[in-house]
């Protein structure tokens, strides 16, 4: 179901900056918008076998594979990663259970001091589905997140195939500390910043990094364990 007018992202202009326009859309207190994604089909998984086929990748792990084709349909999808102050509203509001997430327990950014718009973190995957239904939407499916963060190409990064461009050549996987802060790619940071490498094409940011991201799906089969995709700031997604 489409969103509101209101909630919905003005377009984005090509190689600029959307901030300030994302910044005018406002909802219960902080910034959100939704943006659509068009559907298609998507290559899930990935292989490290066979260098010609599919989806291959030389850091590929077993349980990846092997790559297999989904259909998407048309999606409206939050543009920005949730943060500390959309799920305290939430929690406030009543439609999301505080046992469901950490306050102000080591790297938890809800309840700490400064870190109301960086992404939430140390929230379960039912607490997820609480704020996703408070907003009037759901979880993506596994199939849906990879449609939405590596497109039609079947990227590896959101931003294209190879490493972060804002990256010193010693260290690989550490964001260039020299570079501005709206250019890094994984990172601990608020959710306005532009984080223009970890966009998609359709404008959905923070896929890569930041925080790692639940989805419906259940892990190989489980109903108690389910899918996080995405990658932390901790973790060497670059």
């Known amino acids: 179901t489409p969103p509101p007018d209101g909630l919905r992202c003005p377009p984005i202009e090509p190689g600029g900056s959307d901030d300030a326009a994302r910044a005018a859309v406002q909802h219960h207190g902080y910034a959100d918008c939704f943006v659509k994604v068009p559907g298609g089909t998507v290559v899930m998984g990935a292989q490290s076998v066979d260098p010609q086929a599919p989806s291959f990748d030389l850091d590929a792990l077993p349980h990846e594979g092997p790559p297999r084709v989904a259909q998407v349909s048309d999606l409206w999808v939050l543009a920005d990663e949730a943060s500390a102050a959309l799920w305290d509203t939430c929690v406030r509001d009543g439609a999301c259970d505080p046992a469901n997430a950490k306050e102000g327990v080591g790297l938890s950014t809800w309840g700490t001091e400064n870190a109301w718009q960086t992404p939430m973190n140390n929230v379960n995957w039912m607490g997820a589905v609480q704020a996703c239904g408070w907003l009037g939407g759901r979880l993506l499916t596994e199939a849906e997140w990879a449609w939405v963060a590596r497109g039609p190409e079947a990227l590896t990064f959101t931003w294209g195939t190879g490493p972060c461009p804002h990256v010193t050549p010693q260290q690989t996987h550490t964001p260039d ?62």
């Open 177 to 238: 500390p020299t570079a501005p802060k709206s250019l890094r790619c994984p990172m601990d940071q608020p959710i306005w910043f532009s984080q223009l490498h970890d966009r998609t094409r359709d404008g959905v940011r923070g896929m890569a990094g930041n925080v790692w991201e639940w989805v419906d799906d259940p892990f190989d089969g489980d109903p108690n364990r389910r899918v996080q995709r995405g990658g932390g700031w901790t973790a060497e997604t670059v």
